[in-house]
């Protein structure tokens, strides 16, 4: 992304340098290319959002970045994470990295909790594991993590299974373990999409709060414009594996450049939609197994010309820090 | 409970039903009392035998032609209550009735006859289409069962998917694996059209959804309703969808309706606490104007033995002690009396200290609502 050319980010350096990422899962002859050639910077304190629809690939990146895929899966592209080349890294090596420097909370907390521990064990034993304190210490951290999730009587829900937890308190646990041992990136794959309304604001709430507090850097991965709005600082509009829209949360929500971006927010019903008819995009996503020629939302764009399918378009810059894959967008602007 | 007392037909009308002055003119569907405890088997945490008070005396009705939309957190009783609607399970108590007429019973409606008139949507899944079928075959299938030769039912399947949007020549013999999930949902509600329903119960059916093509079904819904005068009941946990769907609202909490009214009513001025919670916890979709403050603290309480009274009381800002002790009726309650709540504090003399006056002005009633 251009933010890092920005003159205030060279004072500075992102945590996180992410060029040329691709990732392509293949069997059988076959190649799906999920992740197409993605490029951004983040720095410590900053929430950026991947948002798109299912499918588009957002789960594949943020996996990729941590290299949390099947063996099927290949990756590519240079991945810097505080000073290391995530693509070097030896299996040892990775696992040390997950759960100190980069840690994962998830759609469903029972991906991260395990069944058989108790919730302060698992947080203890991550402590232990990774930093080599004492159980003793270990679990003081446990319930220092607990008190700071916001866990009511946190002393008492220690010694609880996760299948005796709410749904929220489960999501707030699940927190907890991720940030035992303060990441300095934290990666969150919808953690609140599964949850209802009530308990959706107050986990949101939490998240923002734990960032001011610990100042993290988040890759959130959201199919909801309303959540992006809530937690991120800058967005990426991702479409077939790539992203075709980046900016500042409130500049892509006021305005969108990229035809896709426009549809998305035309076809979401919000508070403030009027009765009557909504404007959906045509069509459907497109089959990455056979991907048309060209800019991937060519044949559900009503602004597409002939062009738009001859090569896929550069992400060109819009104003710095913003930018767009349209060739509508590239031939507008000075580059 | 009593499983096998489906219905109780002299089942009294509660005093405090509400007047509902649109409905009233002509109900389509009138539920009374509707009632499903489920018990539990197995039980891995001690609790056999104890019950899930799924739907817990559940009433409203339906006008025709209007959309209904039911909405609640996971867990409130949705799905059951569409279920019960279509007699898909028995329920423990309660009456319904489809334009003046008692389903099931001795003497009621058969169930053939109420799966002519309702149809249910669900949630899009591969699971709601028979993998081996073809959309010809699925759509068709319940109007063979329905004793219809198979040459009509494939011209009427051909021509409910015309109807919604599915070109025939392309979509009639593909399988469900074929087709894209908003295409997959098209056809659900293409089966539910084949039977020419009057009132079709659709239960989280956009849900699954990507935005882009949930607009898509969304406008197919309104346009089919319009072009063939149905009657709606929208299920749904999303409140926006809801609010841009329907006529009026019912909001649902563990089992109960807690308020009902005209959907612009319930979402500009809602007067049940839960309801104001629901509501203010939506996002606002405009990142200059973040929502700050948690509308309500924790999560919904088990359905298994649910909060005395209120079963709101225990996230509740504003219970007292006559919030455990007796349950709120759903009253009318502010300047329409067609909306109305299910809250102490609503109501005259129910011994809330911020329930309004008895025998007060409705217009000074509204003033009661908890601020
Ligand atoms: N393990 C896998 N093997 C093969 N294909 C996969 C695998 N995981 C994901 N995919 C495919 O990669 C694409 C992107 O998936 P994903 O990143 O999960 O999308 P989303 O944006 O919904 O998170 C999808 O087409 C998906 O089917
Ligand atoms: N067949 C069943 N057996 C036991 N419990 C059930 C059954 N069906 C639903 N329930 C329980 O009844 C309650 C209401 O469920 P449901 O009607 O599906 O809610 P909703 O659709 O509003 O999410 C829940 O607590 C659910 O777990
Ligand atoms: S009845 Fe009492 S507990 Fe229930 S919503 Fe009203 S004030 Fe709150
Ligand atoms: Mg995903
Ligand atoms: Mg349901």
């Keep these: 992304m251009a933010e890092s050319s920005m003159p205030s980010e060279k004072t500075n350096p992102p945590l996180l340098s992410v060029r040329g990422l691709t990732a392509a899962f293949r069997s059988e002859g076959m190649s799906l290319d999920a992740v197409n050639g993605v490029d951004f910077d983040l720095t410590l304190g900053k929430t950026l959002c991947l948002l798109g629809e299912s499918g588009s690939g957002k789960t594949v990146t943020m996996r990729s970045l941590i290299r949390l895929l099947p063996p099927t899966a290949r990756i590519g592209g240079r991945i810097e994470l505080d000073g290391v080349d995530v693509q070097s890294l030896d299996d040892e090596h990775l696992r040390a990295i997950r759960g100190t420097k980069v840690s994962m909370i998830f759609q469903e907390p029972m991906t991260a909790l395990d069944p058989v521990f108790t919730v302060g064990h698992q947080i203890a034993e991550v402590v232990v594991w990774h930093e080599g304190v004492s159980w003793s210490a270990g679990r003081k951290r446990a319930l220092e993590m607990l008190d700071l999730v916001q866990v009511p009587s946190a002393r008492r829900r220690l010694d609880s299974y996760s299948h005796e937890l709410s749904g929220g308190l489960r999501q707030r646990a699940m927190i907890a373990l991720a940030l035992a041992c303060r990441p300095k990136l934290l990666l969150a794959d919808e953690p609140t999409t599964a949850l209802d309304a009530t308990v959706q604001i107050q986990i949101l709430l939490l998240l923002r709060e734990l960032q001011r507090e610990l100042g993290m850097a988040t890759i959130f991965v959201t199919h909801d414009l309303g959540v992006a709005c809530e937690i991120a600082d800058r967005v990426a509009v991702m479409y077939a594996g790539r992203f075709v829209e980046t900016g500042e949360i409130g500049e892509v929500i006021k305005t969108p450049q990229h035809p896709y971006t426009i549809g998305l927010l035309r076809s979401t019903v919000h508070a403030g939609s009027e009765k009557g008819r909504l404007t959906p995009i045509p069509g459907a996503p497109p089959d990455l197994l056979n991907m048309p020629p060209g800019c991937a939302f060519a044949p559900r764009c009503s602004r597409a010309v002939g062009a738009c399918s001859d090569h896929v378009p550069e992400l060109a810059q819009v104003k710095p820090g913003r930018e767009a894959r349209c060739i509508l967008v590239s031939e507008t602007t000075p580059s | ?371």
């Design chain 2, 1 to 371: 409970m009593k499983g096998e007392i489906a219905i109780q037909r002299e089942h009294p009308t509660p005093a405090s039903e509400p007047v509902d002055t649109l409905s009233a003119t002509r109900p389509f569907l009138r539920v009374q009392g509707l009632k499903k405890y489920f018990r539990l088997r197995g039980g891995s945490f001690g609790l056999a035998g104890a019950y899930v008070q799924a739907v817990d005396g559940v009433s409203f009705v339906v006008a025709t032609g209007e959309t209904l939309g039911v909405v609640g957190e996971s867990g409130c009783g949705k799905s059951t209550t569409a279920r019960l609607l279509m007699r898909l399970i028995e329920p423990d108590e309660g009456q319904i009735t489809l334009q003046d007429r008692n389903v099931g019973g001795h003497n009621g409606m058969s169930l053939r006859t109420l799966r002519r008139q309702v149809q249910l949507v669900f949630q899009d899944s591969y699971a709601s289409l028979n993998p081996r079928h073809t959309m010809a075959e699925e759509v068709g299938f319940g109007l063979i069962a329905q004793g219809i030769k198979r040459a009509e039912a494939r011209r009427r399947a051909n021509e409910v998917l015309e109807l919604v949007g599915l070109e025939p020549a392309i979509f009639a013999d593909r399988y469900p694996h074929e087709l894209s999930g908003g295409q997959r949902q098209r056809v659900n509600v293409a089966r539910a059209l084949a039977l020419s329903p009057q009132l079709l119960l659709l239960d989280e059916a956009v849900s699954s959804l990507d935005k882009s093509v949930e607009a898509q079904v969304l406008n197919l819904l309104i346009e089919i309703k319009n072009r063939l005068n149905l009657t709606y009941v929208f299920i749904s946990h999303d409140l926006n969808v809801v609010r841009f769907i329907s006529d009026r609202v019912l909001v649902m909490y563990l089992g109960k309706v807690v308020e009902t009214g005209p959907v612009e009513k319930v979402y500009t001025a809602p007067g049940h606490p839960y309801t104001r919670a629901l509501i203010a916890s939506r996002l606002s979709m405009d990142p200059s104007r973040r929502v700050e403050a948690a509308p309500v603290a924790g999560d919904l309480p088990s359905p298994i033995n649910p909060p005395s009274g209120c079963r709101f009381r225990t996230r509740c800002p504003f219970a007292e002690s006559v919030c455990s002790l007796r349950e709120p009726p759903l009253e009318a309650f502010g300047d329409d009396p067609a909306h109305s709540a299910a809250c102490h504090a609503l109501i005259p003399g129910s011994g809330h200290s911020r329930a309004p006056a008895p025998g007060g002005e409705p217009s000074t009633r509204a003033n009661g609502a908890p601020k």
